[in-house]
Structures are given as structure tokens and as C-alpha cells.
């Protein structure tokens, strides 16, 4: 799965050489018809489910950003259904043999997949699309605020810019 993560399209590893230790980047299907279009995000047949918590969706609007935060028991599985997003990770949990790892998936119609993000792990995204996106999260627990940790956006450990890079 290692190697298969780093060739995957919208997907960057921005330090570090290997993705983020129980992170996954499963790409979902899709079933288009005329009537309109099914698309698949989590079962609980599928290998990388681990159990429900709860499900919810996001608006978040072009160039704003939600980060940062990181939840002590919850793993996070993110789907983008309408727009694009950016999410970004980074690992610094102290024993993880990725420490140090910061990660860009971009998410969206060309990129339609399932995003895991394991307990633990910094993460946040950046919406991209007009008026907004909306994001899908099915999390194995719960939300409980006094489980998690948040960040300012920019002024924190995380070596991460938010800013357009032009390539």
C-alpha cells in the first residue's frame, strides 16, 4: 500500500518518505447514469472500516482554511462530494516510525476517493471551489471537543504553508 499511495494522482509527500502510518487514501467508486450519480464512501464490508461513530458534512468555502486539529481516539474518513478541497497532514506523534511526514491530497471530481486520517494526526483542509465544498466525514466516534486539540491555522509547529504554490 506504501508504494501504491505515493503514485496515487492528487496525492503529495512534502517531507518524509513513506505516507503517514495508518493514513489511506482509498479511491471510491462512482456510478453514473441519467439519472444522476451514486457515489460510494464507506461500508462496513470494506477492509479499511474500522467502526461508526458518526457521520457528518462540511461546507467550507473557497480559500478558507479549517485547520488545524487532531482528535485522541478518533480516526477521521473524509470524502469531498461537491467542490474540491485540499487536505493536509502531518504526523508528529512522538513513536510513529513517519514522524515528521507532511502530506497534500487533493480532493475532488478528478479525485474522487476516502481519505483516513488515523487518531493523533494533524490535519486540515482548504477549500478550493465556488461558492463552496462540501465534505463528507464518517468517524469512528462520536465528536467529543474535549478529545481533540486545535491549532491557529498559521502560527503553529506544523511546517506547512497555506498559500497557493505555483508549479
Not at 482509498?26 to 464512501?41: F, K, N, Q, S
Not at 458534512?57 to 485547520?67: D, I, L, M, P
Amino acid at each position: 500500500m506504501v508504494d501504491e499511495l505515493k503514485i496515487l494522482d492528487g496525492v503529495k509527500l512534502l517531507r518524509g518518505d513513506r505516507p503517514i502510518q495508518g493514513s489511506l487514501v482509498v479511491p471510491l467508486r462512482r456510478i453514473p447514469d441519467e439519472r444522476g450519480t451514486i457515489y460510494h464512501m464507506l461500508k462496513r464490508t470494506d477492509p479499511h472500516f474500522i467502526e461508526f461513530g458518526e457521520i457528518y458534512f462540511s461546507t467550507v468555502y473557497r480559500g478558507v482554511v479549517k485547520a488545524w486539529h487532531k482528535h485522541r481516539a478518533m480516526t477521521l474518513n473524509y470524502a469531498c462530494i461537491l467542490g474540491r478541497v485540499k487536505v493536509v497532514l502531518y504526523d508528529d506523534r512522538e513513536l510513529s516510525p513517519t514522524k515528521g511526514t507532511l502530506m497534500e491530497i487533493f480532493l475532488g471530481p478528478d479525485n474522487y476517493s476516502l481519505v483516513s486520517i488515523p487518531p493523533e494526526v494533524w490535519n486540515g483542509l482548504k477549500g478550493m471551489s465556488e461558492p463552496f465544498s462540501i465534505v463528507a466525514n464518517c468517524c469512528t466516534h462520536p465528536h467529543d471537543p474535549t478529545l481533540s486539540t486545535r491549532l491557529d491555522p498559521v502560527n503553529n509547529h506544523i511546517p506547512y504553508d497555506w498559500e497557493v504554490k505555483h508549479q
